[in-house]
């Protein structure tokens, strides 16, 4: 039953001042953040299709995502001016999600970096270019932040930036950025296996060192198998251990470097560069590219004995 | 110091709500014939009132208002193509929104959604402009069905879209104020080809 209305209007919506005010410098404050940040975010072009996303990070070269690569050459970034530039790959791993672009020509505007990494519960922005004039972003709050940690594709990272920000197709490569347009992490689609996911911009720093002096991003390798195995106590007792379990060798690759080093089938490892292995995702973090080529002490029980044995881990075979 | 924080933030908090509040009064809930429910704005000019093509397929829809109270809505104008109809009611029976201008967003600027999402009246929804301004407004917002046709305002309270797709996880597109402005102007017909009278 429809009634006839009661009262006339004429008057629009109105909002007090204060609101209006507040909220709309709130907004300026947002814009202008993406603004200053879109300055140093460009697009990168490197696979069939829309563009992903690379940060200026000093004035030649640009940091992205891996997987918006999907060539080695013909590589090349827009900048937010609107200019083509060519760009050459000068390294990166597919583990990390972490690619660095040389950028024919220089001049790049490099982003600004925050000083310090913002805790949980923080205002993000995440900006990208996707090939687009005028740069996408969305927003959201940290909603972790923390250290080490292992990758979806296996790569051991010394520290990760969770926001709930949308992933927009093609922001990956781009910034998360504060609310006063400082960079806080490269952003990634694939690097938590579909959630928005940000290198903090001091592991940035390291990994673009890292590939500048040549060094491999690719993971250490010892060549052995694994099963974590309880410690009882009476032997706990016997050796004065503390750690409730070890890693026992089940498996050995002949000539690799756990082989070469004289390990053995049934060796229990308990440490590697004295850092307690409990279980394989400890070995896992324990085989950074940090490790490779470098001999580390390796304390394990054989034979109801503990012993220490150096390995000099290798670089992960592709 | 944090005191000064927790007030800011506080304040902020209020404002949104306020804002809500007040753009919620110029929202209605839009059944049309089939039994489908959507939203729709009441627009800056006496006895009209904006929604999606898609939320009213008949030649009339009922619209409830903020305050519970039931109105015949007729349509008077329809453009598939731009998924916009305009309903004519008798009076002028509640505040009218103000209409802002769409291309003066920014990539970041604040908008809320205000709309009847899956039977629930009125809820909004923050978010922030995701891609330069167009005929067609990208978001990065959460919206769900029933949001359609209703309220996509600025951080001033004035409309600058109408929500009408939800396009992924926290994305939306909504037609620009600028696009209902042609619309109504009927200068859209050309363009679109499909824009009638009913």
């Known amino acids: 039953m429809l009634r ?9 919506m109105t909002l007090s001042a204060s609101t209006s005010g507040l909220l709309a410098g709130l907004s300026d404050e947002l814009a202008g953040a993406v603004q200053r940040a879109a300055r140093s975010v460009v697009a990168v072009n490197g696979r069939r299709r829309f563009p992903g996303s690379g940060i200026a990070w000093q004035p030649e070269l640009v940091v992205t995502a891996a997987h918006v690569l999907e060539r080695d050459n013909d590589l090349s970034i827009s900048t937010p001016e609107g200019e083509q530039r060519e760009a050459r790959l000068v390294g990166g791993d597919r583990g990390s999600d972490f690619a660095v672009l040389a950028i024919d020509g220089g001049s790049l505007a490099p982003i600004e970096r925050a000083a310090t990494p913002l805790p949980a519960g923080h205002l993000v922005l995440a900006v990208g270019r996707p090939g687009t004039p005028a740069p996408i972003a969305s927003f959201g709050v940290i909603s972790s932040a923390g250290g080490a940690w292992r990758t979806a594709q296996g790569a051991v990272l010394d520290a990760y930036l969770r926001a709930d920000v949308a992933l927009l197709p093609g922001l990956s490569g781009g910034a998360l950025i504060d609310v006063q347009g400082r960079a806080l992490g490269l952003l990634s689609s694939q690097l938590a296996g579909g959630d928005p996911v940000a290198i903090p911009v001091s592991t940035v720093d390291g990994l673009v060192q ?29 050796l004065g251990l503390q750690q409730p379990s070890g890693l026992m ?36 973090m324990a085989l950074g590219p940090d490790a490779v080529g470098k001999p580390t002490p390796v304390r394990l029980i054989r034979g109801g004995h503990v012993l220490e044995v150096s390995v000099t881990p290798a670089e992960r075979p592709s | 110091m944090v005191l000064d924080v927790l007030a800011r933030a506080a304040a902020a908090s209020d404002a949104l709500a306020e804002l809500s509040r007040e753009v919620a009064h110029s929202v209605v809930l839009v059944r049309g014939s089939r039994g489908s429910a959507g939203s729709g704005v009441i627009w800056d000019r006496p006895g009209l009132v904006i929604t999606n093509h898609h939320v009213v397929h008949g030649a009339q829809a009922e619209l409830q208002l903020a305050d519970g109270r039931r109105v015949l809505g007729r349509v008077v104008r329809r453009a598939p193509g731009l998924d916009l109809a305009a309903l004519e009611v008798e009076d002028d029976f509640a505040p009218r929104a103000t209409v802002g201008d769409s291309d003066a967003l920014r990539v970041g600027d604040l908008v809320l959604a205000v709309g009847n999402p899956m039977g629930e009246r009125n809820a909004p929804s923050l978010g922030i402009v995701s891609g330069a301004p167009d005929d067609v407004l990208r978001l990065a917002i959460t919206l769900r069905p029933g949001n359609s046709g209703g309220a996509l305002v600025n951080a001033r309270g004035e409309v600058v879209g109408i929500p009408h797709l939800v396009a992924g996880s926290g994305l939306a597109m909504a ?13 859209a017909e050309k363009a679109e080809g499909d824009l009638f009278w009913v």
């Open chain 1, 4 to 12: 006839p209305p009661v009262q006339a209007y004429t008057s629009c």
């Open chain 1, 210 to 238: 890292r590939i500048l002096s040549g060094r491999s991003l690719r993971r250490a390798y010892l060549g052995v198998s694994t099963q974590p195995v309880e410690l009882q106590d009476t032997l706990r007792q016997r």
């Open chain 1, 249 to 284: 060798l089940l498996g050995m690759e002949p000539g690799a470097p756990a082989d070469r080093a004289g390990l053995l089938l049934g060796d229990i490892v308990l440490a590697i560069g004295g850092r307690a292995i409990e279980d394989g995702e400890a070995l896992q």
């Open chain 2, 175 to 187: 037609i620009a104020s600028r696009t209902v402005a042609r619309f109504l102007s009927g200068d």
